[in-house]
């Protein structure tokens, strides 16, 4: 029991601690420079960051003045996308936390009283009263989770005071939208769009004259696309919906390794080197319960251990999980080795990044293209409707293994296996073909 007590100070603790630098930075007094220029307060703080973090009871009374407006006022200024602090918590977290609840209705129980639901999810421990923080009756929604379906559409009625409280289909609690049946649709489809406008500015960069490199593509698509598309991954990932976000992010491979919309896509990871989005998934939930089993005192840890039985079939809770004995890279090995893609014999070890990435755009596209054996040829561009004949100037079908390997006219001396090595002779090569690939 003291155990647990300590633990709850420790992390109401680590989250005080968290928000405190946020409200330094907000109070903090612009310094000034030499010359006069006031220093922006972040600036500020991010000098003060490499000093070691106090702890709160040593610095009471940095704590005893923040007012409610402070903490609000300091959790607006906090973008989205930042790093966590000492505590590991993200600013994300903190701008989620709020006053929420799940109420599960108790079976055969009426619903219009307070007493006959189970709460699943209340106030967090930030939000108590030393912050003066309260709840808010207009703010909080209700919402039914119930396994009959002829009660889907009950509405609870509950009261705040004397504020009935709103219903609602679909809250989100955390970042998460949560359903009524748990499938996470709205939740996959909302996270779809963001991911789609993201892709867009991706695109925006990628001129063939004059596009940013592969090495500049790869780091903004991590950064920009796949830091929304990998939110939360442990609780949605087993989500039937999933493959809709497996769409997006195999755009946004496509714009980074140039390749067209028929190439295979066990090429695109391999290509834009960045582990395959259900591995990279799957490694996350890994953490997330070796986490939990490390942590016996986490509540979600008897969640897992002792877990109730699935009343579900098309439920697969994270508990189902069956993690390989091998690590993800050997993992990736054996799928690569086992996929029959098209030139699949070019790599060895997909981890390895390809040859060419600093290549300039126009180049790099070109080199893609001829690995997967999918582009610009008279044969594909044929079946896309736009142009009349699948014939080469020799008189073949022009595929691209066909320009690069048959075509008198064209032939790489070395083929597809000496291209893919990316030296000089490949790039003036490409240089002087009269089409681009
Ligand atoms: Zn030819």
Request: glycine share 4%.
């Amino acid at each position: 029991m003291r155990r647990m007590k300590m633990m709850r100070n420790l992390s109401t603790g680590l989250i005080l601690t968290t928000l405190s630098w946020f409200l330094m930075l907000s109070k903090a007094e612009p310094s000034t420079q030499a010359d006069g220029v006031p220093l922006h307060p972040w600036t500020f703080a991010s000098l003060q960051k490499n000093e070691s973090v106090q702890p709160l009871q040593d610095s009471p009374s940095l704590f005893d003045t923040f007012t409610k407006s402070e903490v609000d006022t300091a959790l607006k200024a906090v973008k989205n996308g930042k790093a966590a602090g000492a505590d590991g918590i993200l600013p994300e977290f903190l701008k989620n936390l709020g006053v929420k609840g799940i109420a599960i209705l108790k079976p055969g129980k009426a619903a219009n009283d307070a007493s006959n639901y189970r709460p699943v999810s209340l106030l967090s421990t930030v939000y108590n009263n030393n912050w003066y923080l309260t709840l808010n009756p207009n703010k909080t929604v209700a919402i039914a989770l119930h396994l009959n379906n002829r009660e889907a559409n009950r509405r609870l009625e509950l009261k705040i005071g004397d504020t009935p409280v709103a219903n609602s289909e679909c809250t989100r609690y955390l970042g998460i939208k949560i359903d009524r049946a748990l499938t996470l649709k709205d939740h996959i489809e909302a996270m779809k769009k963001k991911l789609k406008t993201r892709n867009n500015i991706i695109a925006k960069q990628t001129g063939t004259s004059w596009g940013s490199n592969a090495e500049v593509l790869r780091t903004s698509t991590l950064a920009l696309v796949y830091s929304v598309a990998e939110y939360c991954v442990p609780v949605w990932s087993r989500s039937a919906y999933c493959k809709k976000i497996d769409i997006e992010l195999n755009k946004s491979m496509r714009i980074i390794s140039g390749t067209v919309r028929t190439t295979q896509t066990q090429w695109l990871p391999v290509l834009s080197n960045i582990i395959p989005p259900e591995l990279r998934r799957l490694m996350k939930a890994y953490q997330e319960v070796t986490k939990v089993m490390n942590n016996p005192e986490l509540p979600l840890y008897n969640d897992i251990i002792s877990h109730p039985q699935k009343r579900l079939k098309s439920r697969h809770p994270i508990w189902d999980l069956t993690f390989p004995k091998e690590s993800i890279p050997e993992v990736w090995k054996n799928h690569w080795k086992h996929s029959g893609v098209q030139n699949s014999t070019l790599i060895t070890d997909p981890m390895m990044r390809v040859l060419g990435f600093n290549l300039p755009r126009h180049l790099w596209t070109a080199l893609n293209r001829a690995r997967t054996n999918q582009g610009r040829s008279k044969s594909l561009l044929y079946k896309w409707g736009m142009t009349n004949s699948p014939l080469c100037a020799c008189g073949a079908e022009q595929t691209i293994q066909h320009i690069i390997e048959e075509c008198p006219n064209t032939k790489f001396n070395g083929g597809i296996a000496r291209l893919h090595k990316a030296e000089e002779d490949a790039v003036t090569w490409i240089n002087n073909l009269e089409f681009r690939l």
